[in-house]
């Protein structure tokens, strides 16, 4: 049998790519927000329904061009332990401070109960994730936010294509971000996005991801958040293909869910979600199960994930230690199953055999 792994990269019919790759070589321009590029901003504004969004190299680039677009620098920001690392490195990396606040343990995302207590004098920001694309609880988050004047930043990385309340998910808070990374939903090989509703921050942003200047004339600090034209080309490629890549990740989720009730729990969502079937996370009753389920999918060469493990409040370089007990309960015996495209349907019965085994 053949290797099926957690996730697999989508790829367009090579075809459709080398006609955007004839524009590029037509063009002469590979980078430095080229037509394709734009186009792509365009076409990704549309699909999704926000307005202002900025094409850059990655997911993590986009969190650290929103904490300073923001000028978020060298405060508290409140953040979730139960998330990929780049949530947490991105506001280390800005100099900032995060402090964790558990999670919802029927959500998953981070429990807004939790939140005020942990504001302190030198909190500046919110940034929570939308975890697997599950909605975070955006208006009493918002109301929070507004009370005690502080920025929201969601890490949507997961989040693209999910509508809450009718409204693309990404279209909350000061900033939202994305990431277009070959490992998600939606990619374009590598790459990310920056999404906001005020056009004072978007215009901030477009300065910021081009060093800060308009041929000559050097406005503010900035970096080389960029993306190239090929990225650009492989978006554009893969938005004619979404719909459809949502469409058959749902029909495989769907299979999936007779593995619920077997002492397997899934984490809820809000009854306002669209929801994109990003991923599909069960929940062990304990972490012995779901090592002895891990090794027996090894055994037929089927390799989940422990998305996400460990509990980022946990990682060996923080300086202040915080406790996070439902992340680090949860992030034990939680497990994404593999769930991709052209997975086909008698892979996931006998994945779900082998895991109820
Ligand atoms: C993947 C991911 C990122 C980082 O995105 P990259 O494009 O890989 O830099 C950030 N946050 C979360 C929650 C992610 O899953």
């Known amino acids: 049998m053949?290797?099926?792994n957690v996730t697999k990269t989508f790829l367009p019919p090579l075809q459709e790519y080398e006609e955007y790759l004839k524009e590029i070589w037509a063009s002469g321009q590979l980078t430095n927000q080229g037509p394709l590029l734009k186009k792509f901003e365009e076409s990704t504004e549309e699909y999704l329904g926000v307005s202002n969004l900025h094409f850059v190299s990655n997911g993590t680039i986009a969190l650290q061009l929103a904490l300073k677009a923001l000028d978020i620098t060298g405060g508290e920001v409140i953040t979730t332990p139960f998330s990929y690392v780049a949530t947490t490195s991105a506001i280390l990396w800005e100099r900032c401070e995060p402090v964790f606040v558990d999670i919802d343990p029927d959500t998953l995302t981070i429990d807004p109960n939790k939140i005020e207590q942990a504001i302190t004098g030198k909190t500046k920001a919110i940034m929570p994730v939308h975890v697997f694309g599950n909605p975070c609880d955006v208006e009493v988050i918002e109301k929070i936010a507004a009370k005690h004047n502080l920025k929201v930043i969601y890490d949507g990385a997961h989040a693209f294509g999910v509508k809450y309340?009718?409204?693309s998910l990404l279209s909350y808070g000061d900033i939202s971000t994305c990431s277009f990374h070959a490992t998600k939903l939606f990619h374009?090989?590598?790459g990310g996005a920056v999404i906001t509703n005020s056009r004072k921050i978007s215009d901030k942003l477009e300065l910021m991801k081009r060093f800060g200047h308009y041929g000559d004339s050097h406005k503010m600090l900035g970096i080389n958040a960029k993306a190239s034209e090929f990225q650009a080309a492989?978006?554009?490629?893969n938005l004619?293909?979404?719909?459809?890549i949502i469409e058959k990740r749902q029909r495989l989720s769907d299979l999936y869910d007779r593995l619920v009730g077997y002492n397997l729990q899934r984490p809820k969502a809000s009854d306002d979600t669209k929801y994109n079937y990003a991923y599909?996370?069960?929940i062990f009753e304990n972490e012995d199960k779901l090592l002895s389920a891990?090794?027996?999918?090894?055994e037929h060469d089927i390799f989940p994930r422990r998305y996400f493990f460990p509990s980022l409040n946990t990682l060996p370089y923080l300086v202040n230690k915080q406790s996070c007990p439902i992340s680090e309960d949860v992030s034990t015996r939680i497990l994404c199953l593999p769930l991709y495209p052209d997975l086909t349907e008698e892979a996931v019965n006998s994945i779900c055999?082998?895991?109820?085994k």
């Not at 492989?234 to 490629?237: A, I, S, V």
């Not at 004619?240 to 459809?244: A, G, P, Q």
């Open 294 to 298: 891990i090794e027996k999918l090894k």
């Open 188 to 190: 374009t090989i590598e």
């Open 2 to 4: 053949k290797i099926i």
């Open 280 to 282: 599909y996370p069960v």
């Open 240 to 244: 004619n293909h979404i719909d459809n």
């Open 234 to 237: 492989m978006g554009l490629c």
């Open 165 to 167: 309340k009718g409204k």
């Open 353 to 356: 055999e082998i895991t109820l």
